[in-house]
């Protein structure tokens, strides 16, 4: 069975950091592309982040350029988000989710993660 | 960025009603577009992808259709256990982005 579990999320003060990870099991990791959306409590879902297989190529939302970074240990079966110099508005539920493929022979996303809440505040 | 316009944004529809909800893009996205179910507290679930191609397991009830800026989700008849929020997005481009939503609560 396919399972995403992400973790990691917490409250913070404007300006600090969280990382989140996403466990996964149930299928080869290493041979799928990976994302971050994120819910906010508007209940608005925003594509963050994008990793292919290896990690050769990523892609990020303008709203969190240069403050989150995406990563991945195969090794692991773990994905992560590194985030940075955290805001309000980036309070949300975080989930990971699975491209639909292996190595990219599918545009789409299939299995999500249950999400993790971070929450940014004073 | 491509924008997605869901409509509407809220349905109020009666078990066995025919359910329509329309995903209009501001650009023309071919067929990359997906339409997810989301229930209070879960994660999205796929229902459609490549505008009209059922995912696997989901019931035959739901069908997509549409190409380049509209689309729609339709469902023939609608059961108990589809009173939910539906979203449509697009992964043709970056950023990926998604419509706002529509809420299907019971009449």
């Known amino acids: 069975e396919v399972q995403l579990v992400e973790s990691g999320g917490g409250l913070v003060q404007p300006g600090g950091s969280l990382r989140l990870s996403c466990v996964a099991s149930?299928?080869?990791?290493?041979?799928?592309?990976m994302k971050w959306v994120r819910q906010t409590p508007g209940k608005r879902l925003e594509w963050l982040s994008f990793?292919?297989?290896?990690?050769?190529?990523?892609h990020y939302a303008d709203s969190v350029r240069g403050r989150f970074t995406v990563s991945r240990d195969d090794a692991k079966n773990s994905l992560y988000l590194q985030m940075n110099s955290l805001r309000v508005e980036d309070t949300a539920v975080y989930y990971c989710?699975?491209?639909?493929?292996?190595?990219?022979?599918?545009?789409?996303?299939?299995?999500w993660g249950q999400g993790t809440l971070v929450t940014v505040s004073s | 960025d491509i924008q997605l316009t869901q409509s509407p944004s809220f349905l109020s529809a009666s078990v066995g009603d025919r359910v329509i909800i329309t995903c209009r893009a501001s650009?023309?996205?071919?067929?990359?577009l997906a339409w997810y179910q989301q229930k209070p507290g879960k994660a999205p679930k796929l229902l459609i992808y490549a505008a009209s191609t059922l995912q696997s397991g989901v019931p035959s009830r739901f069908s997509g259709s549409g190409s380049g800026t509209e689309f729609t989700l339709t469902v023939s008849s609608l059961q108990p256990e589809d009173f939910a929020t539906y979203y449509c997005?697009?992964?043709?481009?970056?950023?990926?982005?998604f419509g706002g939503g529509t809420k299907v609560e019971i009449k």
């Open positions: 149930g299928f080869t990791f290493s041979s799928y592309s």
């Open positions: 997005q697009q992964v043709g481009f970056y950023p990926l982005t």
């Open positions: 990793i292919s297989v290896g990690g050769y190529t990523i």
């Open positions: 650009q023309a996205i071919s067929s990359f």
């Open positions: 989710a699975r491209k639909k493929g292996e190595h990219d022979s599918s545009w789409f996303y299939d299995f």
